[in-house]
């Protein structure tokens, strides 16, 4: 089994930063990605980020290139999701999640998640 914890996020202002953090712990060898996936109210779980194993290949939705950055740290077993630039339509609960395929798109592939931070951005 593997178990994973979340931390930050939180509120911030248009133009503002966050980060989010997510911890790994047990059966972690068997990771191919870990990913960042949102919610908003009455929408589909939506893909944000994602790394691979070996932290050298990122993937991230278009509507966040340019403003968010994922980078990992493999002693701490840690994936960070940088945020910058937010705006109000970055409101939403943030969840990170590890899948063992090789398909870092889709929510439905992913079999550990974590447990939900809300990230709010105000106008």
């Known amino acids: 089994q593997l178990q994973l914890v979340q931390s930050g996020g939180g509120l911030a202002q248009d133009g503002g930063s966050l980060t989010l953090s997510c911890a790994a712990s047990?059966?972690?060898?068997?990771?191919?990605?870990t990913g960042w996936f949102r919610q908003s109210p009455g929408k589909e779980r939506e893909f944000v980020a994602a790394?691979?194993?070996?932290?050298?290949?990122?993937y991230l939705a278009d509507s966040v290139k340019g403003r968010f950055t994922i980078s990992g740290n493999d002693a701490e077993n840690t994936v960070d999701l940088q945020m910058n630039g937010l705006k109000p339509d970055d409101t939403a609960v943030y969840y990170c999640?590890?899948?063992?395929?090789?398909?870092?798109?889709?929510?439905?592939?992913?079999?550990?998640w974590g447990q939900g931070t809300q990230v709010t951005v105000s106008p």
């Open positions: 047990g059966s972690t060898s068997r990771r191919r990605f």
């Open positions: 790394i691979n194993w070996s932290l050298d290949t990122t």
């Open positions: 999640a590890v899948t063992t395929t090789f398909k870092p798109f889709d929510p439905n592939r992913y079999e550990y």
